[in-house]
Every structure is written in C-alpha cells, then in structure tokens.
C-alpha cells in the first residue's frame, strides 16, 4: 500500500515535537515540514532570555538537531511559505509550488501584535519574535549605553528589560495596567515584579498609555505618552501581546474565533486537517470549553499529543497550562487555569517580600491556579492539587510546616 503523506505547516517547537512523535508512535508516512524560515524548526524562550543575554548560543533553541530530520526520513522544506490550503483538493500552496496532502498539521504560530499608531516603521523600533529579531535586539542592547523603553509589561516585555539592566542600559517599561502582569497573575504578584525590577534600576510606570513613537531623520527618538510627556528612546522594544496566525485557515474557510477552533483532538473543522500550539483554540474537557495558549509548555505538549493523534491514538487533550520566567534573581513556574483565577481568593505559603514563596488561587476550597517563587520541586505536587480537584484548607496549604505531598493524599 503506498505511503500517505503528512505536511505540517510550521516552523517552531509544536511542529518539531508532533514529528517527533509521530515517529516515535509508528508513522511510517511521508512527513514533509513546511516553515517560512530559512532554517528547521526551533523554540523561542531562548530568544527572550538565554539568548539574548547572552549566556546561551543560537543551537539551544533547536530541540532536534538536523541530524535527526535526515535519519528519521523527515523532509523540511525551509524558507518556503505556505500561501493557501484547500481541503477538497487536499493540496497546499506555496511559492515553491504546490504539495498534495493526505493529512496536514497547521501549526503556525502567533505573530507579535504591532504597535498601530505614528512611528511604529522606525529604525530601532524591535518585535521579537524569531531568532533574527533576537539577534538584532542582542546586538542593540550589548552596547550597554543605550536608553531603552519597553511597550507593555508582558512577560516578554519584562524578559527583554532584565536582559537590557544586565547589559547595562537605562530601561523604562511603560504599561497600561496597575501592575505589571495583572492579567496573568493579579494586582499583588504583578506588583512584586514591578518591585523586583525598580530594585534592579527599571523605571516602571503604570496605567500610562502610549500615543505615538518618534523619530528624527528616520531613527526613532522617543515615545510620547497620551499626556503628552515624551519618554526619550534610543530604541524602543514593544511587547503588547500577539494574535494566532490564521492566515491558511481562513483560505480553506476553517472555523475560527480566537485562532483555529478544533475538538479536544486537534480535529479542525475540515476532515483531514489538524492544528496546535499557539494557533489552535482547543476544546478542554476540564474547563468545558475552548482555550488557547501560547505558552512554551503547551507548543511542547500540544506538539507530542497531535503526534500521537496522527498516529491513530484517541486522546482528549487536558494539559494544565504551565509557563515560567527567569528574571535577576528571580525564577518562577506557574500552572493552573489564569481565566479562574481572575475570581479566585490568593492564598500564600511563604513571604512575596522576599520572593520566595508559592502563591495558590483557591475557588471554592479548590486549587485553581498555583505559582512558585524560587522555590523548587514542588510544581508536581501544585499540578496534582489543580488536576485532582483537591479540597483544601487555606490555612494548611498557606503553612510551610504542612508538606504539600500531604495535603489530600490518602
């Protein structure tokens, strides 16, 4: 019988791990990788830390190296971009030509949202998000004289400013919100790292809007708040978020609302084809509806799962979304459901003054979310109280004496 055909659309850490697993769950078809960038599928946590400070080289974002594309019979065409998907035909095109598929993966990505209003087209104006944004960011912060601001306090956004206080330059982070991260983690943590980041020398300022980005003889100069006030700049990283690349979905009239809609199996609407990592709102079981994320872990996850998925296994996919961060001195993980933990009480063991703690979410004696603060090892044991719907006492799970592996345990 002749082989089938699987091309995955896509060029970061979901289509390496759904390769990967596929193989390694017994597809024998033709698997062709289709990624606009001119090089194999890499991941981007290094790109707003390790990397661009400069304590890690360009082939720790690589998670398989070229090696294992050639001995595991894996075609990857780079620098070839899809262009449109037709899912009567079962064929893809690109501007290399035209590729029939038997079953095809979209995992596209995110791209990072542009700053819209005058001077966002100005040199020294940076996104990131591959590895040639990282690298002419790093080139631009290692002089250590520079005046940088930071549109939005995301996490990349305080990533990238950490990494500019260690090179030496002056930083301002400009946020809209009354706290640094209030979104993803409240009021309160969010204003701990805005602590840990004055303490480092980083100009925080809240609830300031942005108006426009300006420039002389084509260079950016400053940016001007809708006060009025210009913050001065000699360049200006912007880090207000990103949308799902939905582009080649939308030719072939999938549905889409918040990045590919698809079931807990990463089916999409149109037979045959599937979607993951950032790009695919995936239906979760856990929380009865659908939820899209755009964190490391779930590329990684959501990758290996849609992998075996593709290898005929059946699965409802019900990872608990994890992130983590690594800032000065300070290092975090965080696991749990952030869209509950918007209404949820905080419960915390240990001191934020000090940053080292474990702060857990709780709705109605039940563990929503949970993030640990330079303390380790205990990530399992929080994912455990989250999957397992554990009641919990908020005086036990706030005291240090009271081992988390106990709590629930039978």
Not at 221 to 230: H, I, N, Q
Not at 299 to 304: E, H, K, M, N, Y
Not at 368 to 388: K, P
Not at 398 to 406: E, F, K, S, T, Y
Request: net charge negative; hydrophobic share 40%; charged share 25%.
């Amino acid at each position: 019988m002749a082989r089938e055909r699987v091309v995955v659309v896509g060029g970061g850490l979901t289509a390496a791990r759904a390769v990967e697993s596929m193989r390694g769950n017994g597809v024998d078809d033709e698997i062709v990788v289709v990624t606009r960038e001119n090089r194999r599928p890499y991941e981007r946590p290094p790109l707003s830390k390790g990397y661009l400070a400069g304590d890690e080289p360009s082939s720790a974002i690589y998670p398989l190296d070229a090696a294992w594309y050639r001995d595991h019979d894996v075609e990857v065409r780079r620098g070839v971009r899809a262009t449109a998907l037709d899912t009567s035909a079962r064929t893809l095109a690109t501007d290399a030509g035209e590729l029939t598929w038997d079953r095809v993966l979209l995992a596209t990505g995110a791209s990072p949202r542009r700053f819209d209003g005058p001077g966002a087209g100005l040199r020294g104006v940076h996104l990131l998000r591959s590895l040639p944004d990282s690298t002419h960011l790093r080139t631009a912060l290692r002089h250590g004289d520079r005046r940088v601001v930071v549109i939005g306090s995301s996490w990349i956004g305080l990533e990238v400013a950490a990494a500019a206080r260690a090179y030496g330059d002056e930083v301002s982070v400009l946020g809209r919100s009354e706290a640094p991260l209030v979104g993803a983690v409240g009021r309160e943590l969010g204003g701990m790292f805005a602590d840990l980041h004055r303490e480092h020398g980083v100009e925080v300022r809240t609830e300031v809007a942005v108006s426009a980005i300006v420039g002389e003889r084509g260079r950016v100069r400053g940016v001007v708040l809708s006060t009025g006030e210009e913050v001065p700049a000699d360049l200006v990283v912007v880090g207000i978020g990103a949308t799902p690349n939905v582009e080649l979905a939308a030719s072939a009239r999938l549905t889409i609302d918040d990045g590919i809609v698809t079931d807990a199996s990463f089916r999409t609407s149109a037979d045959g084809v599937y979607a993951a990592g950032d790009v695919a709102n995936v239906f979760n079981p856990t929380l009865g509806h659908r939820l899209r994320v755009e964190h490391w872990a779930n590329a990684d996850a959501s990758g290996r799962a849609v992998g075996r998925v593709l290898a005929g296994e059946q699965l409802d996919y019900d990872e608990i979304p994890y992130f983590y961060t690594d800032q000065y001195d300070l290092g975090m993980e965080y696991s749990g459901y952030g869209e509950l933990a918007d209404r949820a009480d905080l419960v915390v063991r240990g001191d934020l003054a000090t940053r080292e703690c474990i702060a857990f979410w709780v709705i109605d004696g039940r563990v929503v979310a949970g993030m640990n603060v330079n303390v380790w090892d205990v990530n399992d044991e929080v994912q455990r109280l989250i999957r397992d719907r554990i009641a919990v006492d908020p005086a036990a799970l706030a005291d240090p004496r009271v081992p988390l592996a106990g709590i629930g345990a039978a």
